[in-house]
């Protein structure tokens, strides 16, 4: 259960989150479902855009990293709380735009973007592209010198920090398939290629040095390396970065092996960033950078659950107990991706003490369709509700139809009222893209 009062126990032994109750939900939307408290989204946009404004002075920008969890209202939540967000595809940028979303203040990243990708975003005439190869820098410049524009680029580095949960590693080249390694040049080189293209303005630069991190003096660490370079591009290139975009991955609660933040933690975050910043733009004498963050999982991680309903309950003695649910890695791959920890609970009698360990499974046809091994729960019986914590990010994003399953619906929760943002879909969806060659018929 957070702290932060997104999840709660009520008088009826039920689980409630944003002020509705669990089983009250279940019965309007049935399930599975993924349910989302809007306070908590707003709560924590809130914290990093008040953070900057409070000890940057307002030099800087929130981008909701919208990858987490992208759907319609969500940019219609970011569009209200005043901040940016990145897209990370042409599917993504299309449902900022269709959300009302400013152009202006969406940043795009991906490190193969399609041609049709780039020509919609300069045509919608987002505010940066982050540049991550040499072929994309000459696109972009072409696509920009046919409509008579300058397009505003960033360029994705590698600062050489890998940051893990708890601890960060300093390597001298990272082996990834994003971004330019400062270490070995080619940080430096691709600059000089965009700085000699008519159509591109280089602003700054961008890294993203991983996700689920708790270790703040990462942030920190990633920031020292990129501001180093820019002092260096100053002097080599009499290039002056104006902004410093340090990505997103600040960790949330999934288990009880992960730390349980408070606001105030994750504000401390950005100001040992911050503080970061400001030594190194002193050491070098440099301009203050325009400081941009894009965290996803900690603005709708823990803001979301999921419902299932609880169906066939297996036992094989001695060994062990599956609790299968009507959802899975359909509607949640990331045991069957990463192995992640969830925690559980029966929202219908989370009230009741834990009594037997069980593994959660998926209706998929897949023995890895598992969405929780060894949790902790009362006796479950077919009928009860289980809830899943802290599936607000890469969920839904990451839902596939697989087995012909639906995607689950997704309601908002605001002071105990819900509402869809994402209608639940119908086999007529699952068949629309359907073709039938006419010799098949
Ligand atoms: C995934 C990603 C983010 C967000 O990471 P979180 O761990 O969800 O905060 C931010 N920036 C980039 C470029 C990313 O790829």
């Given amino acids: 259960m957070n702290e932060r009062a997104t999840l709660k126990i ?31 989204i707003r709560n924590m946009m809130r914290v990093y855009k008040n953070t900057i404004d409070s000890e940057y002075n307002g030099n800087g920008q929130v981008l909701y990293a919208s990858k987490a969890f992208s759907c319609m209202a969500v940019y219609a939540i970011a569009r209200q709380e005043n901040i940016g967000v990145d897209v990370v595809s042409g599917g993504e940028l299309y449902t900022a735009l ?39 820098a000459d696109i972009l410049d072409e696509l920009a010198s046919r409509r008579n524009i300058k397009q505003n680029v960033l360029i994705r580095v590698n600062p050489g920090v890998e940051a893990h949960t708890h601890a960060f590693v300093q390597t ?49 660490l990633a920031a020292d390396k990129v501001m180093d370079f820019m002092a260096e591009m100053k002097i080599k290139l009499s290039f002056t970065a104006e902004v410093l975009n340090i990505g997103g991955g600040f960790g949330i609660w999934y288990n009880e092996e992960d730390p349980k933040l408070k606001y105030a933690d994750y504000a401390e975050y950005l100001k040992v960033l911050i503080q970061a910043v400001k ?41 062990k107990k599956y609790v299968a649910v009507d959802g899975g890695m359909f509607d949640n791959p990331r045991y069957a991706l990463y192995q992640s920890k969830y925690s559980v ?5 989370a009230d009741e003490k834990c009594t037997e360990k069980v593994t959660i499974a998926g209706k998929c046809c897949e023995s890895g369709d598992l969405i929780a091994v060894d949790a902790a729960l009362p006796k479950a019986e077919s009928g009860d509700i289980l809830a899943v914590l802290s599936t607000g990010a890469y969920n839904y994003s990451m839902a596939s139809n697989y087995n012909r399953n639906l995607i689950p619906a997704a309601v908002l929760v605001k002071e105990g009222k819900s509402e869809y943002i994402v209608k639940p879909q119908t086999y007529d969806d699952i068949i629309r893209n359907d073709a039938v060659p006419e010799y098949l018929k």
């Fill in 98 to 136: 269709k959300a009302g979303f400013d152009p202006q203040k969406i940043y795009m990243h991906g490190n193969n973007k399609l041609l049709s990708e780039l020509e919609l975003a300069v045509d919608s005439k987002v505010g940066y592209i982050v540049v991550d190869s040499f072929r994309e």
């Fill in 172 to 220: 001298a080249r990272t082996d990834s398939k994003f971004g330019f390694s400062i270490s070995d040049g080619a940080a430096e080189e691709i600059s000089l290629h965009i700085l000699s293209k008519k159509n591109l303005c280089l602003k700054g630069y961008h890294c993203h040095i991983g996700s689920q991190i708790f270790e703040k003096q990462s942030f920190a």
């Fill in 279 to 319: 030594n190194k733009a002193k050491e070098h004498a440099i301009k203050e950078p325009y400081l941009v963050i894009e965290p996803g999982r900690s603005i709708v991680g823990e803001a979301g659950i999921t419902l299932y309903t609880v169906g066939a309950i297996k036992e094989i003695q001695g060994i």
């Fill in 345 to 349: 609970l029966l929202a219908n009698r």
């Fill in 10 to 40: 009520n008088a009826d032994g039920h689980l409630t989150i944003g002020g509705a109750d669990a089983v009250d939900l279940v019965k309007q939307f049935g399930t599975p479902l993924y349910v989302f408290d809007e306070a908590h």
